[in-house]
């Protein structure tokens, strides 16, 4: 019963549910709700909080990292045989606290396997979320761009922008690399001839798009942010950055050309006017 009412609730999984009942059901296998309560309350008074390290155990940790070399794993492991539990993760949060970086500088790996930054994204200030933009921006009608970057190893890109309805393509090497205003100023170049067509741009939220109130301002129409690590909300220009096409006319190098560029037949102005 608790598992079928648990799917009726936004966000939990039918496995919330099992470990629920396997947690704070009673000898005989029932759950009453009172008395799974006060199992959970009794299991938070046994477990320990999160309290800060001694002094000296963070010293002796210091020394095992420096002198030894250990990694976090082996110092929790020989730390716990002494009866003293401290968990690696905690070690590894003593290392990436120190500014200097000398404990990295003494790990095995010297931290490089760690992909993910500590830091928080780069914000882009007064953004238009995607779920503001019109419904009617479904790849039906004309004037719906979404853009993106091609960047390569050595930080040289391209700019690409896509109109959804027609696949029309537009390219171009930006000489100043990831800056937010040249891009903004190469956005303007490639779409102010359809000005009065465009209706929204959407992006995804890279630092390089960080101008786009200038966007907006050369060119009327607002700049719409997809979700972070959602791809699929500008389907249509990561579909063409991906194609054939693409790398065809961009061939690998560090000054990424382009030689034969394959564009969908463009509308003119007049086309347009005219529909």
Known sequence: MLKKRNRTYRGNQPIHASRELKRN?????????????DKAMKRRKRSTRNAALAPELVWRIKQLI???????????GVLKKEGIGVSHQCIY???????SGEFARHTRHKLKYRRRPKHK??????????????????????????????????????????????????????THGKKS????????????????????ITTDNGPEFAAHKLITKYLGAV?????????????????????????????????????????????????????
């Open 25 to 37: 059901s009673t000898r005989s296998g029932k759950y009453i709700g009172f008395k799974a309560h």
């Open 66 to 76: 420096i002198e030894e070399q250990w990694s976090p794993r082996q110092i929790a």
């Open 93 to 99: 949060n003593l290392i990436h606290a120190d500014a």
């Open 121 to 174: 994204p780069f914000p882009i200030a007064e953004r238009t979320s995607i779920h503001s933009r019109p419904e009617q921006a479904d790849g039906k009608r004309f004037g719906d761009f979404e853009m993106d970057l091609i960047v390569d190893a050595h930080n040289h890109a391209i700019l690409t922008i896509v109109e959804h309805s027609t696949n029309m393509l537009f390219m171009t090497k930006l």
């Open 181 to 200: 205003e040249p891009l903004a100023k190469a956005v303007r170049r490639l779409l102010l001839p359809y000005k009065k067509h465009i209706k929204t």
């Open 223 to 275: 700049v719409y942010f997809a979700d972070p690590y959602v791809s699929w909300q500008k389907g249509a220009i990561e579909n063409t950055n991906s194609s054939d096409n693409i790398f065809q006319s961009t061939p690998t190098s560090t000054k990424l050309p382009i030689k034969r560029l394959r564009v969908y037949r463009r509308k003119s102005t007049a086309d347009l006017d005219k529909s």
